[in-house]
């Protein structure tokens, strides 16, 4: 696989540092890439499939207000799945996707509009991406830019201190 998922997964192992997942379109994707890397288990600590409305709003947290002003295909929303997944499973960081997969657009949104949101120690970041292609390209895609924008916020923040949360 000599991936991404695998540099992710050393480097949140170097700094001492856990991830979760919050996932929509991507349908738990991120997670089994993450997962697909022997030695995984050692910085993930698991995730939520948060597909449909209800799930974002009694599991991970994301506030109605939220969802009622500005839906579920948003930055909003990806950041607070990500703050939601963070605090649930008291990971160092947290990977959140939303967005539209297709092949329809959804709260007059773009086929291909996804966010992308990460939490970490130091606040959170959300990327906007606009994708082409057919579903499942779109999901690819996603989880690409997901694990890159967390492996951008790990160097940005540099190793934890001894006291970190990885057990």
């Not at 992710?8 to 979760?20: G, I, K, M, S, W």
């Not at 009622?68 to 909003?76: F, L, Q, R, T």
């Not at 970490?120 to 057919?134: I, K, M, N, T």
């Amino acid at each position: 696989m000599g991936s991404a998922a695998e540099s992710l997964v050393d480097a949140l192992h170097e700094a001492r540092a856990t991830v979760a997942t919050a996932e929509s379109l991507t349908g738990g994707r991120v997670a089994a890439r993450i997962t697909n890397v022997p030695g995984s288990s050692r910085v993930y600590a698991g995730g939520v499939v948060s597909y449909q409305t209800p799930v974002k709003i009694n599991v991970l947290g994301v506030p109605a207000e939220t969802v009622a002003e500005h839906g579920v295909v948003s930055a909003e929303c990806a950041r607070a799945m990500a703050e939601g997944v963070r605090r649930l499973l008291g990971t160092t960081y947290a990977i959140s996707t939303t967005g539209v997969a297709g092949p329809e657009r959804q709260e007059g949104k773009a086929v291909g509009t996804v966010y992308v949101g990460v939490a970490g120690p130091d606040g959170v970041q959300v990327q906007e991406l606009a994708l082409d292609g057919e579903r499942a390209a779109i999901q690819d895609a996603s989880v690409d830019a997901a694990l890159s924008a967390l492996a951008a916020m790990i160097s940005s923040v540099g190793p934890a201190p001894e006291d970190s949360r990885l057990g």
